[in-house]
Each structure stands twice: as C-alpha cells, then as structure tokens.
C-alpha cells in the first residue's frame, strides 16, 4: 500500500523467502532489508510515496528467514488506483543466496565470488600454501563466441546461460575448488593441494569439457564451449594480480588457438597487449579497405576443369607481415569485427565475379559465412543491392556455412538463407562430418553442397575409417540430390581414390594453393599439368 507501505499481496516465492519472519500478512518490505540497508531504501521509497518519481531500482541486500541472506535489485514503481495507491516492488533475485560474508562482494546472478572476493581467495591462498609448502592452481574459464549469443539470443537468454554455466562448474567442481565469476563471460577456480602446471591444466581440461555442450534455454539450443588457461603458485607468480595477469594471458593464447587449454608460459608476457593492438590493427584493416582476397580453385572430377572459386580473406599486416586467417578471423568473431570483414569479402568476391562473368569466365564465387552474418536481417538486402549494382547474376555466388553455424538458431539461418536464395544464391555446408547435422536435415534446409571436411580426405589413401565414412557420405547425398566436395586434397593418391568414389568436386593443394585473381586467370589458361 503506498500510504501504509504495508503488504497487500505477496506471491508464493516471496512467501517462501519471508518465512521466517512473522506477522507475514502485515509485513513491510524493509522489515526483510538487513538493517544497514534500511536507511537508503527508505529515503528512496519516500521519493515513490511523495509521487516525486514513478520508479526506481536499488540494489539490495535481504534476510531471508532461515535460507541466508539474498542480494538483488529491486524494481519499485508506483501504481495509481482510486484509492491511496499501490507499490509494486520486483525482485531480481536470480538464485544468489549467500550463508555469510558481504553479498555485495558476490556476483547477484551466480552467487559466485565477484573479482574483488576472488581476489582476497588467491590472496588467502597464497598465505595458505606459504604455511604448509603445498602449491594451487589457477583456472580462467572464458565462453567462446559468447557476444554472439548475447547479439542473437538478448541479454536475458544469456544471463540464464551464464547461470547454467555456474551451476554445472559448481555441481561438478565445487568440493574440489574455489569458483568465482570474475566478470562478463569469465569464470576462475582455485584448485588445492597441486603442485605441476600439469595438473592444473588437467583440471581446467575437465571444466572446458563439462561447459562444452550444446544446452537448451528457454528451448534455445545453444552449442557452448570454452578456453581455458592455467597457472600454478608459485611458479608463475607470487601474488594473486601477477597470478590472474599470467593467466588471463595464457587464456587468450588458447582462445587465438583453438587449442581449448593453455598453461602459462613466460614468453607469453606479451601476447595479450599484442593481441589488443592486433584487434585495433584489424579493426583499421576493415575500415580502410587493407584485406584483400585470394581464390583457391574447385576442380570437377569427370571434366578436371574449374568450376568455381573459394574466396579467402588475406592480411598483410604493415609491421607483422602476413597474418594467418585462422588468427585474424579468431580475432574478429572474439571482438564483434566478422560482421564488417565478411561484408568486407562479399563485396570484393562479388565484384572480381562480375568482372569474370563480363571475361566469360563463368566461375561461381563461394564465400564463408559466420553463425553471427547468419542473425543479420539486413544481410540479404545488402546483397541484393551489390548483385544489382555489378549486375552479376545471383546464381554466380555461393555462401559456406558450417553445421554449427546452422544448429545455433535454425529458424533465423532458414529465414535469412530463404530471402538469400531469393536472388538465386546457393548454399554450401562447410566441414560437414565436424558437427551435429544430418543430410536428411540438410536436404529439408535445401543447401544444395557440403563439403567434406579436410579430417575425413587428407588420409583417405591410408585409413579405412576415413574411406568408409567418405564413401557413404557421397553415397548418401547423390541420392539426395546434394552435390558433395571434398576438399583438402594433397596428392594424387587421394584425387584419383575420390574420383573412384564418384565424388563430384575436388578442392585443395594438390590442385592449387589459393592465388589472386590475376594469377588465378593465368592457371586456368595454361591449364593444370596434373591432370594432363
């Protein structure tokens, strides 16, 4: 009531959570604030009661009867009614209940330690292992493409998947380690009693494997995974900044790997201011127009002629040379720049294709695309306008996506790669056999190619398994109707095993490395001596 400030209705939840205290019916809501929360809550209220404000948010701290003590933030706003009016107070309390210490250095969502708390455990660690000779791990969990979800999905889907996460570190790890949740997407463990590098990267192995999963929220299917980096006291640092700054570094170096887990190494120093000016130095790239493109060639087997191009993205940084793309592209998915360097590709494919096609060169151009270009409602429009402006047919382009690319929001790729098709662009599944997807879910997508991954064909020649999945896989999609490709072909061996299995396009270095167009142009006219 807002006159009274009385209680005039609570629902279940709230009445579990002020069991504890009686005279429920007639409770007020600072009677459950902790005392030294009392004073500000009421000066605030007071704005609301006095009509000053219409709402307002607080940060609070609750006694909660006998489950501990609760922080969240509370949304107040003030109803008008015929009669005195109303309050209606929200609590936020996302599951963070605490048995003792300051809430306010907790995460509110998790419940974990905060950075500052984390900070005093390290701290309290060392002093610990100083006293029994006994050296700790430290862990620094970081999700992987986590912006992505939070751009596709919104902020409260990722909020509940952060919670998901901490959950299941704290059901698995947390009688063997101190958890916290250190920021944004990043989680640390202090792990007891070890003393090699190697052990602790064991452990951090053993959370990276428990967060990478594919979890339903709010029936979303999101496919997680993680990078890890790990440290030991006190051989990579005596106290708990020098600790975290080893192994936030040793973090980033596997996220830029793919490598899932780092220990710390002292040349690493450096890495991570590097790869701070390396982002800004890419960011530049893209805006300036300094990436360029190189196209490796797609030769069909019966005719042993090109029949298109892959269209890949080269940088030739102005002081560190040539940068590989598995590093910049890592970079650019981590950092939010993929959507202008993919716009960046598909501007400069596009173009070079409609010069080909006025040659008569009737080479169809493939470009990658990300799970992130695949949320962009306004990614066919602006395709639609370069096809239009060059005037080369929609039918001479093709986009490659992966298969978790295309299981992370099924219903948006499908809505986007519709009004894509629209202007005649076909679709290729890339590494296909790496992911979740079927070829009958494939064919319901109406992609109209995949492409083996390189894993299954580089050793053909040498491995059954490899041969046995290859050969069933081309099987299964010629009677789909699903052209398949196989690439990272390396020698002969495998080129003429493929063309027994009746594979219908080829990719990879023993055709050619990828090349710029113009020496590309000259490839095709002198022909390939390989097959001659």
Known sequence: DRESEAQVYANRRARQLVGGVAQTDSLQLTDVLEVKERGEFEKKLQSLTTGRVDSLIHDSVFSVGSEGRLRALVTLHAIHDQRNGLILAVVNESGALYAGGDPHHYDPLTGLPDR???????????????????GFGLVLIDLDRFKEINDSFGHFVGDRLLV???????????????IGRLGGDEFALIVGSVNSIQAVEQIAGDVVAEISRQVK????????????????????GNSAELLLRHVEIAMYVAKRERTGVVGYKPNYKNNRAELLTLENDLRQAIETDQLSLCYQPKVHFSKASVIGVEALAR????????VPPDQFIVLAERSGLISGLTR???????????????????????????????QESELPHFVGDLLAQTGMPGNQLKFEVTESD???????????????????IEFSVDDFGTGYSSLAYLKKLQVDELKIDRSFVTQIDQNGDDLIIVHSTISMARQLGIKVVAEGIENRAVWDLLSVLKCDVGQGYFISRPLPAAELGKLIDNGFQQFQ
């Open 217 to 236: 929220v709010d029936g979303y299917p999101i496919g997680l995974a993680a990078s890890a980096g790990a440290v030991c006291y006190p051989q990579h």
């Open 116 to 134: 500052r708390r984390f900070v005093d455990l390290i701290a309290q660690s060392i002093v610990a292992a100083n006293d029994t000779g006994a």
């Open 406 to 424: 295309l299981i992370d929001d099924p219903q948006q790729a499908i809505k986007i790669m519709e009004q894509l098709r629209q202007h005649g």
């Open 344 to 374: 960046s590709v598909i501007r400069k494919a596009i173009t070079q294709a409609a010069q080909w096609h006025l040659q008569g060169r009737a080479m169809q151009v493939a470009v990658n695309l990300s799970a992130r270009n695949l």
């Open 164 to 178: 998901q996460v901490a959950t299941a570190i704290k059901e698995k790890f947390g009688r063997l380690a101190k």
């Open 315 to 322: 940088w030739h940084h102005p002081r560190h040379g040539y």
